[in-house]
C-alpha cells in the first residue's frame, strides 16, 4: 500500500511570493493535518481537515490556508512568504479525525522542504 | 497553553538500555504518542499511551502517568539504527471532535558502539 506522499520534495521561493504543497493520504484515510517543521524543533500544528472540513487550527497567521478535496487530497497554501516560513512542512493522514492511537494514528508524510530567500 | 519538555541530547552505547522522559502540562489530554525521526526523514509512529501504565512493543516500551503529567520512552538492546530524533506528544480534543497532536522539540539520540 502506498503511504502519505506530498510534492514537491523541495521548493525555493523568494520573500513576497506564493507557495502551494500537495498531499495525498492513504487510501481510506479522511483526515489529513499538516505541520511544520523548523529545524531543531517539534513538527508544529497548522490544520487539520477531515470530510472535507476544517476541524482544527493551530496559531498560525491566515497567511496560511489549507483545503481538503472530494478524495481526501489536500493543499497548504502560504501566501506572502517570510524568510521564517522556511521549514519542512509535513502531512499527515488517519482514518478519523480523533487521533485515538493504534489504527487510528496519524502517518506522515515524507515532508516538503520549502526554503524561502 | 500546552507544553511538553524533553531532554535535547542522549548518548548511549549499543546493546544498553536507555529511558527518554516527558513531561507535559496541556488541557483536554487523551493521550501521549512516541514518534522516531531520522535526518530528513519523516516522523514515524512508535508507540501510544492513553491509560496509565507500560506499552511494550518489541524492544520499545513507553509509560504514562497521567496524575505525574510524566511519560517516557524506554529503548532495550539499543542498535545504531536507533540514532534518531525522538518526540513525545500530547493528544489533545478539540471542540470540533477532532484530535490535535503538540509535539515536544524532541531528544536527539546517539548511539556509539
Known amino acids: 500500500d502506498a503511504g502519505v506522499t506530498q510534492s514537491p520534495t523541495h521548493l525555493i521561493k523568494t520573500r513576497g511570493q506564493h507557495v502551494t504543497l500537495r498531499c495525498s493520504p492513504i487510501s481510506g484515510h479522511k483526515s489529513v493535518s499538516w505541520y511544520q517543521q523548523v529545524l531543531g524543533q517539534g513538527p508544529q500544528f497548522i490544520f487539520q481537515?477531515?470530510?472535507?472540513?476544517?476541524?482544527g487550527r493551530g496559531n498560525f497567521p491566515d497567511r496560511f490556508s489549507a483545503r481538503q478535496f472530494p478524495n481526501y487530497s489536500s493543499e497548504l497554501n502560504v501566501n506572502a512568504l517570510l524568510l521564517g516560513d522556511s521549514a519542512l512542512y509535513l502531512c499527515?493522514?488517519?482514518?478519523?479525525?480523533?487521533?485515538?492511537?493504534?489504527?487510528?494514528?496519524?502517518?506522515f508524510g515524507p515532508g516538503t522542504r520549502l526554503t524561502v530567500l | 497553553g500546552q507544553s511538553l519538555e524533553q531532554p535535547s541530547e542522549v548518548t548511549a552505547v549499543e546493546g544498553a538500555i536507555v529511558q527518554i522522559n516527558c513531561t507535559y502540562q496541556t488541557s483536554g489530554f487523551y493521550g501521549l504518542s512516541w514518534y522516531q525521526q531520522h535526518d530528513g526523514g519523516a516522523p514515524t509512529f512508535l508507540s501510544y499511551?492513553?491509560?496509565?501504565g507500560l506499552e511494550e512493543t518489541g524492544r520499545f516500551s513507553s509509560f504514562l502517568s497521567r496524575s505525574d503529567s510524566y511519560g517516557y520512552l524506554l529503548l532495550q538492546e539499543l542498535q545504531m539504527k536507533d540514532s534518531a530524533s525522538y518526540f513525545c506528544?500530547?493528544?489533545?480534543?478539540?471542540?470540533?471532535?477532532?484530535?490535535?497532536?503538540?509535539f515536544g522539540d524532541g531528544t536527539t539520540l546517539t548511539v556509539k558502539p
Open positions: 499527515a493522514s488517519s482514518l478519523t479525525s480523533l487521533l485515538a492511537g493504534g489504527y487510528n494514528e496519524q502517518f
Open positions: 506528544a500530547v493528544r489533545e480534543f478539540l471542540e470540533t471532535n477532532a484530535g490535535k497532536s503538540t
Open positions: 499511551n492513553a491509560l496509565d
Open positions: 481537515y477531515y470530510e472535507k472540513e476544517e476541524r
